[in-house]
């Protein structure tokens, strides 16, 4: 279990020196990232494909609704396209892993050691809901240049509360032949494992005397949060919150109605709903939202009396946003000893305070783009609006103004009879601007694809012209992996690896269960290879501990013991299964051909591995189980199987039943439970 906060009165010197000294260093992480904030703003802007309306676009689309014609200033998703197909090669790199996280022994542990560990953090990736997090941590990598994640142990516990009737007892306990109801309340433990959750850049808190990547080295790490009242109460009740009761309607109202969030794009939920809250809506008034820093600190508990130990250690404090509680202060307690966050950077810079994200680095294309793209259709409605040169006197100038098609313009009394070429002559009008799409245009998009890595290729586009194999198809992007690889390579060993050193450090901490979990991976397809026979009936044998079932592995505290290192992801697309199911086949086929090498294999397992590559994740349940002489001969001394005829012939002997067949090596026999088709 996590550590407990420490009851610091709110009022005392301790709690209001530590709440002014958090304070200080929140004060001094907003200096340093005050120049930063806006290029991620601007970073969202650009993904949205968003152009703030300037003062002549605002009169346009006043016109354009008014049902005058007019044109408008727009942005290419050139930026958004480029940052998703990047996602897309980055997930399916990551994420098509089974299991995402895969470990190896780093000191001779056993392969079942690390099976028991990836089915045991499989199963927290899959309950824990890791995967939605992990898309938007690699998303925000891409966007914003560095993508936060947090990690911490939850013990999820949930009040099951019901309603019943029961009969209705007397003073002397006897049933008055009424019934009442009862309420009853069960605390019940739903979920005991690591959470992941995403941290926007904007909210992440760090020593800015150490660049983002470096966090690690600094004094304090942290972030800034909205809790919900429920929330806030139930880390109360388990104890990693106090001062509650200072913690009144107003308090904690400052941090997400700041200037810097206003400027976003983003639409972001409503903090404070006025007409949900207020005086008189509760007994005791509270708020329903509460805004806080959350600050790990590596600090020497003594001058701070926390405690008596003169060594840095890492505590995590929480103080609501207008600074007048100090909700936890408790010691960190994770024996990875690092701040509980991840950053996952997208360049390999290692001296910036931060790194660039896709849309600062196709900043110079985007503008480009967005100006050859407009500045034709500029052109083009000044060509399809044509421009006149036209006597007043002599034509009825509110037909020439007239913006509507099928014009016709009337000359005035005075003008009749004379030559109508006099009064009105056209513009000549031309297209200077062609060039710019049939040649400066795709200049600047191959001009994006060496700047940002990623090519029509990446993006799912093959090249135009003739037919396509199937060998072209699939490989369609292998010339434009090169520099995603790279990334990807990166994201591993600066992201990935020390979440996985977190999960597992945590796991092997706090996990104090015994429960089976389902083999993850490719193991899952040889799991029932080591698993032993249950006897007949499938019921375990007298003196035989129970076995796992099939499939699964037992988990125990001291089965995932030992030291443990993330296998880095090569950057490389996961193989196509189709074709190894091809390369598969035909290497079946061959061993069938040449005896001897059949002989040196277990063609069964093969033919199983290749229908499961394939997705026939059912094919074991058609496989004939036999079962071990052992087995046999202890089910018909129990007088539980009966022995088959030869071929054709009676049974040799009669006398008790499976002697003369359960005794000799490779006999089979039925027992006394229902058979499959086929099953000898």
Known sequence: MPSLTREIPNESPTAQRLIHEIRRRVRFWETGVSNVKEKWREAEERTLAYLPERDVDSVRRAAREGGLPQYTTIQIPYSYAVVMAAHTYLTSVFLGRDPVFQFTGRHGETQQAVQALEALISYQCLVGRFLPYIYTWLYDALKYGTGIIGVWWDERIEMVTTLQQIPELDDLGQPTGKMQKVQSSEPVRNYAGNRIYNIQPQSFIWDVRYSMREFQSGEFAGERRKLGWNEVIRRTKAGYYTNLEFVQEGVGKEIFSGEDDNLSVLERPETWITDMEGPGTSLKPHPMMVEVYQL?????????????????????????????VLLGAQPLGARHCKFPYCVLPLEPEGYGLTTRGLPEVLKPVQNTVDWL?????????????????????????????????????????EAYGSDVKAAVVQFPTSNVTQGQIGTDFPMMMGIGERVGGVNDQIMGMLASGGRKTATEVRTSTSFGVNRLKTTAEFASAAGFDPLSIMLVSNTQQYYDMSLQFRIAGDLLMNSGKSMQMPGPNGMPMPGMPPQPTPGFVLVQPKDIEGFYDFVPVDGTLPIDRFAQVELWKEIFQGILTVPQIGMQYDLGGIFQWVAQLAGLKNITQFKIQVTPDQILAAAAAAGNSVPMNGKGGASKSSNSAGQSSAGSPGSTSRANSPQVPGMT
């Open 296 to 324: 790990c600190w590596e600090l020497i508990p003594n001058e701070w009396q926390l405690s008596k130990s003169d060594y840095p250690e890492k505590w995590m404090f929480t103080v609501t946003s207008d600074w007048k």
């Open 373 to 413: 793209i407009n500045s034709h259709f500029y052109n083009v409605r000044a060509a399809l609006n044509d421009r006149w040169i036209v006597d007043p006197s002599k034509v009825v100038m509110k037909d020439v103004l007239d913006p509507l098609p099928g014009k016709i313009v009337r000359l005035k009394p």
